[in-house]
């Protein structure tokens, strides 16, 4: 509910009150209202900020790219995503799912940007840089000053400063519980610093992004 609620800060404090929208119902997307808003959007040469869960958005770009659909955003525009794809089989490179987007929706892959965040963080993480760390091409993740990233060796919890393990989110703007976080995420340090890999093997898949999926993917729905 945390996502839903930022995307309708977002549409009112900086969007475009008769452009902005949720395109998502409980039967999937609403297609028609998709392309009126962003037609509305290009036709007033207004950037567009597309948000939504990981699964959805590819599940949106499959199906309009199926159909043939395509739209040119105006100078911009972004794509933002949250969540990953869980362990799903589904899930594809982060170069590739960019590549579908700068298809249909003509958006510079650099300017799609992925958002980590979490019930138990106060935080939100947003890609630091461009360069691929992970195995699906997972970029390093940053936040404000206050918020520190760190991997630790899943046998003796020890602090790796390079490679693979148990990711751990230092909050400091959690003041009514644990401040220090241990994800249930893979985490990757690296020189670039650490991405976020993954859920660890055996982990319980939870989070926006697994809902999103079971809302737009067709065969839910049948």
């Known amino acids: 509910m ?6 309708e800060l977002i549409a009112e404090e900086f969007g475009d009150q008769a452009l902005s929208a949720c395109v998502l119902t409980s039967d999937g ?8 808003r962003l037609d509305a959007a290009i036709a007033e040469q207004r950037p567009v900020v597309l948000i939504g869960g990981t699964l ?3 599940n949106l770009c499959d199906a ?20 990953g794809f869980k362990g799903r089989s589904k899930a594809v490179p982060v170069d590739a799912m960019r590549e579908q987007a700068k298809r249909v929706f003509d958006v510079d892959p650099h300017r799609c940007i992925n958002l980590f965040g979490m019930t138990e963080l106060a935080s ?4 630091s840089t461009d360069i691929a760390v992970g195995p699906l091409g997972e970029r ?5 000053s206050f918020v520190r ?12 400063e390079q490679g693979r393990g148990m990711l751990e989110i230092v909050d400091l703007c959690i003041l009514d519980r644990p401040y220090a ?8 340090a690296s020189p670039a610093g650490i991405a976020v890999a993954g859920r660890i093997e055996r982990g319980h898949s939870r989070g926006c992004s697994l809902t999103l999926d079971d809302i737009t993917t067709p065969a839910s729905r049948t």
């Open 29 to 36: 997307f609403d297609r028609r209202l998709l392309q009126t």
């Open 56 to 58: 959805g958005i590819v």
């Open 124 to 127: 939100q993480l947003y890609d």
């Open 140 to 144: 390093p993740k940053t936040s404000e």
């Open 149 to 160: 990233l760190q991997v630790r060796d899943p046998l003796d919890l020890s602090l790796r």
């Open 2 to 7: 945390v996502m839903a609620y930022g995307m």
């Open 181 to 188: 976080v241990l994800a249930g995420d893979w985490g990757i």
């Open 64 to 83: 309009l790219d199926r159909d043939g659909l395509s739209w040119e955003l105006p100078a911009g525009s972004r794509i933002v995503d949250a969540g």
